[in-house]
Protein backbone atom coordinates (compact mmCIF):
# COMPACT_ATOMS: atom_id res chain seq x y z
CA UNK A 1 0.00 0.00 0.00
CA UNK A 2 1.59 3.35 -1.10
CA UNK A 3 1.66 6.12 1.70
CA UNK A 4 0.45 8.97 0.47
CA UNK A 5 -0.50 12.60 1.75
CA UNK A 6 -4.36 12.44 1.70
CA UNK A 7 -5.00 16.37 2.80
CA UNK A 8 -3.24 18.95 0.89
CA UNK A 9 -3.23 22.46 2.81
CA UNK A 10 -5.97 24.59 2.15
CA UNK A 11 -3.65 27.09 1.26
CA UNK A 12 -1.48 24.98 -1.19
CA UNK A 13 -2.56 24.19 -5.04
CA UNK A 14 -2.10 21.11 -7.15
CA UNK A 15 0.37 22.01 -9.54
CA UNK A 16 0.50 18.34 -11.45
CA UNK A 17 -1.65 15.28 -10.24
CA UNK A 18 -0.90 12.01 -11.97
CA UNK A 19 -3.54 9.45 -11.66
CA UNK A 20 -2.94 5.78 -12.69
CA UNK A 21 -0.35 6.24 -14.95
CA UNK A 22 1.15 3.24 -16.95
CA UNK A 23 4.09 3.62 -19.51
CA UNK A 24 6.01 1.12 -21.67
CA UNK A 25 9.11 0.96 -23.19
CA UNK A 26 8.17 -1.64 -25.77
CA UNK A 27 7.43 -5.02 -23.02
CA UNK A 28 9.19 -3.00 -20.45
CA UNK A 29 6.56 -1.89 -17.92
CA UNK A 30 8.56 0.95 -16.81
CA UNK A 31 5.71 3.06 -14.79
CA UNK A 32 2.96 0.79 -13.24
CA UNK A 33 -0.01 2.85 -11.57
CA UNK A 34 1.72 6.32 -10.70
CA UNK A 35 -0.57 7.99 -8.50
CA UNK A 36 1.31 11.49 -7.46
CA UNK A 37 0.15 14.75 -6.70
CA UNK A 38 2.47 17.66 -6.92
CA UNK A 39 2.01 20.96 -5.28
CA UNK A 40 2.89 24.51 -5.69
CA UNK A 41 6.05 26.41 -4.64
CA UNK A 42 7.75 23.18 -3.50
CA UNK A 43 10.20 21.28 -4.16
CA UNK A 44 9.16 17.80 -4.56
CA UNK A 45 11.92 14.86 -4.50
CA UNK A 46 11.82 12.04 -6.38
CA UNK A 47 14.43 9.55 -5.05
CA UNK A 48 15.21 5.70 -5.57
CA UNK A 49 17.72 3.42 -7.02
CA UNK A 50 18.84 3.49 -10.97
CA UNK A 51 16.35 1.94 -13.25
CA UNK A 52 13.52 2.97 -11.17
CA UNK A 53 11.36 5.02 -13.36
CA UNK A 54 12.59 8.57 -11.89
CA UNK A 55 13.69 9.85 -14.96
CA UNK A 56 11.10 8.71 -16.85
CA UNK A 57 8.60 9.83 -14.75
CA UNK A 58 9.55 13.25 -14.69
CA UNK A 59 10.32 13.65 -18.74
CA UNK A 60 6.35 12.13 -18.47
CA UNK A 61 5.70 15.38 -16.94
CA UNK A 62 6.84 17.67 -19.67
CA UNK A 63 5.64 14.47 -22.75
CA UNK A 64 9.72 14.48 -23.44
CA UNK A 65 9.51 10.80 -23.55
CA UNK A 66 7.72 10.56 -26.27
CA UNK A 67 10.60 11.11 -27.91
CA UNK A 68 12.10 7.55 -27.32
CA UNK A 69 10.60 5.50 -30.18
CA UNK A 70 8.28 2.58 -28.84
CA UNK A 71 7.09 4.66 -25.74
CA UNK A 72 3.16 3.90 -24.66
CA UNK A 73 1.25 5.78 -21.84
CA UNK A 74 -2.43 5.00 -19.69
CA UNK A 75 -3.41 6.92 -17.01
CA UNK A 76 -3.55 10.73 -17.03
CA UNK A 77 -1.72 13.91 -15.92
CA UNK A 78 -3.46 17.27 -14.91
CA UNK A 79 -1.42 20.18 -15.35
CA UNK A 80 -3.54 22.51 -13.41
CA UNK A 81 -6.60 20.17 -14.11
CA UNK A 82 -6.14 19.70 -17.60
CA UNK A 83 -5.11 16.39 -18.81
CA UNK A 84 -1.71 16.71 -20.79
CA UNK A 85 -2.60 14.04 -23.12
CA UNK A 86 -5.37 15.74 -24.43
CA UNK A 87 -5.57 15.95 -28.29
CA UNK A 88 -5.98 19.63 -27.78
CA UNK A 89 -3.26 20.30 -25.67
CA UNK A 90 0.18 20.52 -27.93
CA UNK A 91 3.75 19.82 -26.41
CA UNK A 92 4.49 23.48 -27.49
CA UNK A 93 1.98 25.13 -24.87
CA UNK A 94 2.86 22.49 -22.24
CA UNK A 95 6.78 23.05 -22.72
CA UNK A 96 5.78 26.81 -22.29
CA UNK A 97 5.06 26.24 -18.94
CA UNK A 98 7.07 23.80 -17.64
CA UNK A 99 11.23 24.40 -17.65
CA UNK A 100 13.61 21.50 -18.04
CA UNK A 101 17.26 21.27 -16.38
CA UNK A 102 19.51 18.46 -17.13
CA UNK A 103 21.97 16.07 -15.52
CA UNK A 104 24.84 17.40 -17.25
CA UNK A 105 25.08 20.86 -18.46
CA UNK A 106 24.01 21.44 -21.72
CA UNK A 107 24.57 25.79 -23.03
CA UNK A 108 23.75 25.97 -26.54
CA UNK A 109 27.30 26.22 -28.54
CA UNK A 110 26.40 30.42 -28.02
CA UNK A 111 27.16 33.44 -26.24
CA UNK A 112 25.48 33.50 -23.05
CA UNK A 113 23.19 35.90 -23.91
CA UNK A 114 21.92 34.15 -26.81
CA UNK A 115 21.44 31.14 -25.12
CA UNK A 116 18.89 33.29 -22.16
CA UNK A 117 17.55 34.70 -25.29
CA UNK A 118 16.94 31.78 -27.44
CA UNK A 119 13.41 30.46 -25.83
CA UNK A 120 12.12 34.52 -25.64
CA UNK A 121 12.78 34.53 -29.13
CA UNK A 122 11.75 31.58 -30.36
CA UNK A 123 8.41 32.93 -28.58
CA UNK A 124 8.58 35.75 -30.97
CA UNK A 125 10.22 38.67 -28.96
CA UNK A 126 12.26 40.12 -31.16
CA UNK A 127 12.92 43.75 -29.53
CA UNK A 128 16.54 44.31 -28.02
CA UNK A 129 15.62 46.37 -24.75
CA UNK A 130 13.01 43.74 -24.33
CA UNK A 131 15.43 40.78 -24.52
CA UNK A 132 18.19 42.65 -22.35
CA UNK A 133 15.55 43.14 -19.39
CA UNK A 134 14.99 38.89 -19.98
CA UNK A 135 18.47 37.89 -20.05
CA UNK A 136 19.04 40.26 -16.75
CA UNK A 137 16.38 39.03 -15.03
CA UNK A 138 16.76 35.08 -15.35
CA UNK A 139 20.52 35.17 -14.73
CA UNK A 140 19.46 37.60 -11.93
CA UNK A 141 16.81 34.64 -11.21
CA UNK A 142 19.50 31.84 -11.56
CA UNK A 143 21.99 33.90 -9.07
CA UNK A 144 24.84 34.18 -12.03
CA UNK A 145 24.72 37.96 -13.13
CA UNK A 146 27.50 39.39 -11.06
CA UNK A 147 29.65 36.55 -12.52
CA UNK A 148 29.03 37.02 -16.25
CA UNK A 149 27.36 40.43 -16.42
CA UNK A 150 30.54 41.83 -18.30
CA UNK A 151 31.21 39.05 -20.62
CA UNK A 152 27.36 38.45 -22.06
CA UNK A 153 29.05 38.18 -25.56
CA UNK A 154 30.78 34.97 -24.18
CA UNK A 155 30.71 31.07 -25.61
CA UNK A 156 28.79 29.56 -22.49
CA UNK A 157 31.22 26.91 -23.18
CA UNK A 158 33.82 28.81 -21.46
CA UNK A 159 32.08 28.89 -18.21
CA UNK A 160 32.34 26.59 -15.68
CA UNK A 161 30.38 23.25 -14.62
CA UNK A 162 29.21 25.13 -12.21
CA UNK A 163 28.30 28.25 -14.13
CA UNK A 164 26.87 26.52 -17.22
CA UNK A 165 24.54 24.25 -15.05
CA UNK A 166 23.24 28.06 -13.62
CA UNK A 167 23.13 29.34 -16.92
CA UNK A 168 20.50 26.66 -18.12
CA UNK A 169 19.15 27.16 -15.36
CA UNK A 170 18.60 30.61 -16.39
CA UNK A 171 17.83 29.76 -19.82
CA UNK A 172 14.71 27.80 -18.23
CA UNK A 173 13.81 30.72 -16.25
CA UNK A 174 13.65 33.05 -19.42
CA UNK A 175 10.11 31.63 -20.76
CA UNK A 176 8.85 32.50 -16.88
CA UNK A 177 7.37 28.70 -16.61
CA UNK A 178 5.47 27.82 -14.12
CA UNK A 179 7.32 24.49 -13.15
CA UNK A 180 11.19 23.28 -13.49
CA UNK A 181 11.88 19.79 -14.03
CA UNK A 182 15.76 18.67 -12.44
CA UNK A 183 17.27 15.71 -13.47
CA UNK A 184 19.68 14.92 -11.54
CA UNK A 185 20.97 19.03 -11.83
CA UNK A 186 23.93 18.41 -9.30
CA UNK A 187 25.43 14.81 -10.38
CA UNK A 188 28.07 16.05 -12.66
CA UNK A 189 28.92 19.50 -10.47
CA UNK A 190 31.63 19.64 -7.52
CA UNK A 191 30.69 20.29 -3.89
CA UNK A 192 30.88 24.09 -4.03
CA UNK A 193 28.64 24.25 -7.36
CA UNK A 194 26.42 21.84 -6.10
CA UNK A 195 25.59 23.79 -3.07
CA UNK A 196 25.13 27.13 -5.14
CA UNK A 197 22.39 25.01 -7.10
CA UNK A 198 21.14 23.89 -4.10
CA UNK A 199 20.54 27.65 -2.77
CA UNK A 200 19.18 28.86 -5.93
CA UNK A 201 16.57 26.03 -5.70
CA UNK A 202 15.51 27.08 -2.41
CA UNK A 203 15.69 30.70 -3.73
CA UNK A 204 13.42 29.62 -6.50
CA UNK A 205 10.78 27.69 -4.92
CA UNK A 206 8.92 31.16 -3.86
CA UNK A 207 8.05 31.84 -7.31
CA UNK A 208 8.35 28.26 -9.18
CA UNK A 209 7.21 24.43 -8.54
CA UNK A 210 10.33 22.45 -8.72
CA UNK A 211 10.56 18.93 -9.23
CA UNK A 212 13.77 17.28 -8.77
CA UNK A 213 15.17 13.59 -9.24
CA UNK A 214 18.11 13.10 -6.94
CA UNK A 215 20.49 10.05 -5.94
CA UNK A 216 21.60 12.12 -3.46
CA UNK A 217 20.01 11.02 -0.11
CA UNK A 218 21.09 13.90 1.78
CA UNK A 219 20.31 16.40 -0.61
CA UNK A 220 16.86 15.48 -0.98
CA UNK A 221 17.10 15.99 2.80
CA UNK A 222 18.02 19.16 2.61
CA UNK A 223 16.44 20.87 0.15
CA UNK A 224 12.60 19.37 -0.72
CA UNK A 225 9.44 19.84 0.79
CA UNK A 226 7.65 16.46 -0.23
CA UNK A 227 9.79 13.23 -1.13
CA UNK A 228 8.52 10.58 -3.10
CA UNK A 229 10.41 7.01 -3.43
CA UNK A 230 10.34 5.19 -6.41
CA UNK A 231 10.93 0.97 -6.53
CA UNK A 232 10.43 -0.84 -9.46
CA UNK A 233 8.52 1.58 -11.67
CA UNK A 234 6.23 1.93 -8.81
CA UNK A 235 5.72 5.12 -6.22
CA UNK A 236 5.96 2.76 -2.64
CA UNK A 237 5.47 5.79 -1.05
CA UNK A 238 5.36 9.93 -0.89
CA UNK A 239 4.97 12.18 2.34
CA UNK A 240 6.69 15.43 3.74
CA UNK A 241 10.43 14.79 3.62
CA UNK A 242 11.18 14.87 7.08
CA UNK A 243 8.44 11.95 7.61
CA UNK A 244 10.03 9.74 4.94
CA UNK A 245 13.40 10.56 6.31
CA UNK A 246 12.74 9.85 9.95
CA UNK A 247 9.58 7.76 10.44
CA UNK A 248 9.04 6.21 6.78
CA UNK A 249 5.87 3.75 7.40
CA UNK A 250 7.49 0.93 4.27
CA UNK A 251 10.31 -0.76 5.45
CA UNK A 252 11.81 -0.57 1.70
CA UNK A 253 11.70 2.83 1.79
CA UNK A 254 14.03 2.93 5.56
CA UNK A 255 15.97 0.20 3.59
CA UNK A 256 16.83 2.32 0.78
CA UNK A 257 17.64 5.34 3.07
CA UNK A 258 19.68 4.11 5.44
CA UNK A 259 21.62 2.15 2.24
CA UNK A 260 21.01 -1.57 2.31
CA UNK A 261 20.17 -1.44 -1.54
CA UNK A 262 20.45 1.23 -3.93
Not at 47 to 56: E, F, L, R, V
Request: aromatic residues 8%; glycine residues 6%; charged residues 25%.
Amino acid sequence: MVQQIDKKPETTQIVYDTKGLNLWYGTNHALKNIDLPIYENEVTAIIGPSGCGKSTYIKTLNRMVELTQGVKTSGEIHYRGRNIFDKDYTVEELRTKVGMVFQKPNPFPKSIYDNIAYGPRIHGIKNKKILDEIVEKSLRGAAIWDEVKDRLSTNAYSLSGGQQQRICIARALAIEPDVILMDEPTSALDPISTLKVEELVQELKKDYSIIIVTHNMQQAGRISDKTAFFLNGEVVEYDETNVIFSNPSDQRTEDYISGRFG
